[in-house]
T-cell receptor
Framework: QKEVEQNSGPLSVPEGAIASLNCTYS??????FFWYRQYSGKSPELIMS????GDKEDGRFTAQLNKASQYVSLLIRDSQPSDSATYLC???????????FGSGTRLSIRP | EAQVTQNPRYLITVTGKKLTVTCSQN?????MSWYRQDPGLGLRQIYY???????DKGDVPEGYKVSRKEKRNFPLILESPSPNQTSLYFC??????????????FGPGTRLLVL
């Protein structure tokens, strides 16, 4: 069973600080990785995708991928209260046409 | 507006009473899937479809059926619902499965309670 592991949190970060969310995975063949944000009671929305080792930046968000260590992370700079949500790490299963999700990390930004 | 719609949004039913949750997308996407979300377990895929008349089991298919007779629609059928199927259900669609930078669009969710 291919797995995506995340710390469930909650992760509490002061407003304006950097929030760091981490994810490890078991499928060495995976090439596509995603971060979704999900507000309580709402559907997930894609915020970042990453396919190559290294960093990918988009505004306040930076995704980091290390395939050798099977590790994906999401950094949120200048955290805002509106960033308070559950963040889901996901990857494309290399042997089947489907997406596997982690259970999510709940992030809370305190004013 | 590009969207995935689901109906109903909320449903309370009793054990054994067949129900269907509809899902429709207006983006001409080939790939559609159904997920259930339970506390602490994240999103788990129930079934997915690569194209019309092509469906396959996800990780938790037991107790569910799907069909893909048209590209835009992908209904989820619970022939005999049981309390352990109480959950939050999401339908999703994308141009292709994962990769290539394609965004997977999610529907608004259907909250199901089986008594």
């Amino acid at each position: 069973q291919k797995e995506v592991e995340q710390n469930s949190g909650p992760l509490s970060v002061p407003e304006g600080a950097i929030a760091s969310l981490n994810c490890t995975y078991s499928d060495r063949g995976s090439q596509s990785f995603f971060w979704y944000r999900q507000y309580s009671g709402k559907s997930p929305e894609l915020i970042m995708s990453i396919y190559s080792n290294g960093d990918k930046e988009d505004g306040r968000f930076t995704a980091q991928l290390n395939k050798a260590s099977q590790y994906v992370s999401l950094l949120i700079r200048d955290s805002q209260p509106s960033d308070s949500a559950t963040y889901l790490c996901a990857l494309e299963d290399s042997s089947a046409s489907k997406i596997i999700f982690g259970s999510g990390t709940r992030l809370s930004i305190r004013p | 507006e590009a969207q995935v719609t689901q109906n109903p949004r909320y449903l309370i039913t009793v054990t054994g009473k067949k129900l269907t949750v509809t899902c429709s997308q207006n983006m001409n996407h080939e790939y559609m899937s159904w997920y259930r979300q339970d506390p602490g377990l994240g999103l788990r895929q129930i079934y997915y479809s690569m194209n019309v008349e092509v469906t396959d089991k996800g990780d938790v298919p037991e107790g569910y059926k799907v069909s893909r007779k048209e590209k835009r629609n992908f209904p989820l059928i619970l022939e005999s619902p049981s309390p352990n199927q109480t959950s939050l259900y999401f339908c999703a669609s994308s141009l292709v499965a994962g990769g290539g930078g394609e965004t997977q669009y999610f529907g608004p969710g259907t909250r199901l309670l089986v008594l």
